[in-house]
């Protein structure tokens, strides 16, 4: 069975800090993997997803970036934090044309 | 559409009654609907979906409608639990994205 991992579970990081989330699925190929945000009692906001390795779609200008170096990794990455990119960030993946995603655990980013 | 700024609509439920969370959509031609359940400080989980040439799908106490006429996606929950405490989304589908719903917060009350 397919299993999606994502770490950490919370981070605290000081503002104008790099950051790194990484996002693995197990059990499945070439998945369509997704990074969103949900900030507290708000819906989700997709900000990257991507379809294939090396190949990442951006839905909204932001302070952060995507990775796809292998087919069931997705990084999330940013060179300098803001306070606005503290929130809940989650990692899913999909397959086929019912396109459900599958969610991970999420991480909680606080950027203080 | 996207529910990125909304607050989120509210619905308080006596345990052991039956649930009606509706969902309205934009986009006629989305093939597929989903709805998810969301737990405080958890990810979203995958509760039932339907296929747009289909009016109603039954899962476990679960139950979703679809009226393509008004655009509209309901979700009912039989004999709520204080389990199913939690965020609903409904999602449509469309080019290798979902589009989410407002989610609404349920409560069961002992």
Same mark, same amino acid.
């Given at each position: 069975s397919q299993t999606i991992h994502q770490w950490p579970a919370t981070l605290? =990081?000081?503002?104008? *800090?790099? %950051?790194? %989330?990484?996002?693995?699925?197990?059990?499945? &190929? $070439?998945? $369509?993997?997704?990074?969103?945000?949900?900030a507290a009692g708000r819906g989700l906001q997709l900000l990257f997803?991507?379809?294939? !390795?090396?190949? !990442? /779609? &951006?839905?909204?200008? =932001? $302070?952060? &970036?995507? *990775?796809?170096? =292998?087919?069931?990794?997705?990084? %999330?990455?940013s060179k300098k934090l803001l306070l606005s990119d503290s929130g809940f960030y989650l990692c899913a993946w999909s397959l086929g044309e019912q396109n459900i995603q599958y969610f991970g655990a999420g991480t909680r980013l606080s950027v203080l | 559409g996207e529910s990125v700024g909304l607050h989120l609509p509210t619905l308080s439920v006596q345990e052991g009654d039956n649930s009606i969370i509706n969902c309205a959509y934009s986009n006629s031609a989305s093939d597929?609907?989903?709805?998810?359940?969301?737990? /405080?400080? @958890?990810?979203?989980?995958? !509760? !039932?979906?339907?296929? /747009? $040439?289909?009016? @109603?799908? =039954?899962?476990?106490?679960?139950?979703?409608l679809l009226n393509k006429t008004v655009k509209h996606l309901s979700l009912q929950i039989a004999a709520t639990q204080p389990g199913d405490s939690a965020v609903y989304f409904c999602a449509e589908t469309g080019d290798y994205k979902l589009s989410f719903g407002a989610g609404t917060t349920v409560t069961v009350r002992a």
């Open positions: 605290v =990081q000081p503002v104008g *800090s790099p %950051l790194s %989330l990484e996002c693995t699925v197990e059990g499945t &190929s $070439n998945p $369509n993997l997704y990074w969103y945000r949900q997803y991507s379809v294939g !390795i090396g190949q !990442i /779609s &951006s839905e909204v200008p =932001q $302070n952060l &970036s995507a *990775s796809r170096p =292998q087919d069931r990794q997705f990084i %999330l990455s | 597929y609907f989903i709805w998810y359940k969301q737990e /405080s400080g @958890k990810g979203p989980q995958f !509760i !039932i979906d339907i296929r /747009s $040439n289909m009016d @109603k799908r =039954q899962g476990q106490r679960v139950t979703v």
